[in-house]
T-cell receptor
Framework: NAGVMQNPRHLVRRRGQEARLRCSPM?????VYWYRQLPEEGLKFMVY????????ESGMPKERFSAEFPKEGPSILRIQQVVRGDSAAYFC???????????FGSGTRLTVV | DAKTTQPNSMESNEEEPVHLPCNHS???????IHWYRQLPSQGPEYVIH???SNVNNRMASLAIAEDRKSSTLILHRATLRDAAVYYC??????????FGKGTTLSVSS
């Protein structure tokens, strides 16, 4: 059981470029969650998805950020036209449902230069 | 907005019990209470979760107040490997977990 797989582990982008972060949930899990962690800060909820549906995106910035979880393939968090303030660790988690424990991935550390 | 609060830091000695508190001021009747911990440069690790009654597993115990507005994570015998940032949270109206800002636990030998 490979757990939650996130790639890449580290991503460097220049200001204005696009960043695409991938998350493959644990086998059998159909609920995916994305969190952002700024340096020395806590975990901030961004978006909750089930297969092909966005359940809750109340934590997503209104512009430049989008997420999807297609029927086939990993969940993708996409950040367009990155700015230095987007530099952070982005964690994906998966579960069997809202009332079950989460399994987190190792994160993608995005650096915007 | 969800309001989950926990102390910034706590200290413990090795082999002593540790009680980490959390307040869940906006929790509703069907929201589960969760605890996770995070080591530097790693993803959060599941510790324990529950709804109403106290819960035990191999890692820890979770005590939930009768009104569910507070919970306590209990590490029965702290080890150096338990030094981490501990996050409590609850899932708002059955959606995603909203976490507190975390408690940094230091363990001294």
């Amino acid at each position: 059981n490979a757990g939650v797989m996130q790639n890449p582990r580290h991503l460097v982008r220049r200001r204005g470029q696009e960043a695409r972060l991938r998350c493959s949930p644990m086998k059998g899990h159909s609920h995916v969650y994305w969190y952002r962690q700024l340096p020395e800060e806590g975990l901030k909820f961004m978006v909750y998805l089930q297969k092909e549906n966005i359940i809750d995106e109340s934590g997503m910035p209104k512009e430049r950020f989008s997420a999807e979880f297609p029927k086939e393939g990993p969940s993708i968090l996409r950040i367009q036209q990155v700015v230095r303030g987007d530099s952070a660790a982005y964690f994906c988690a998966s579960s069997n449902g809202a009332n079950y424990g989460y399994t987190f991935g190792s994160g993608t550390r995005l650096t915007v230069v | 907005d969800a309001k989950t609060t926990q102390p910034n830091s706590m200290e413990s000695n090795e082999e002593e019990p540790v009680h980490l508190p959390c307040n869940h001021s906006t929790i509703s009747g069907t929201d589960y209470i969760h605890w996770y911990r995070q080591l530097p440069s790693q993803g959060p690790e599941y510790v324990i979760h529950g709804l109403t009654s106290n819960v035990n597993n191999r890692m820890a115990s979770l005590a939930i107040a009768e009104d569910r507005k507070s919970s306590t994570l209990i590490l029965h015998r702290a080890t150096l490997r338990d030094a981490a940032v501990y996050y409590c949270g609850d899932n708002q109206a059955g959606t995603a977990l909203i976490f507190g800002k975390g408690t940094t636990l230091s363990v001294s030998s």
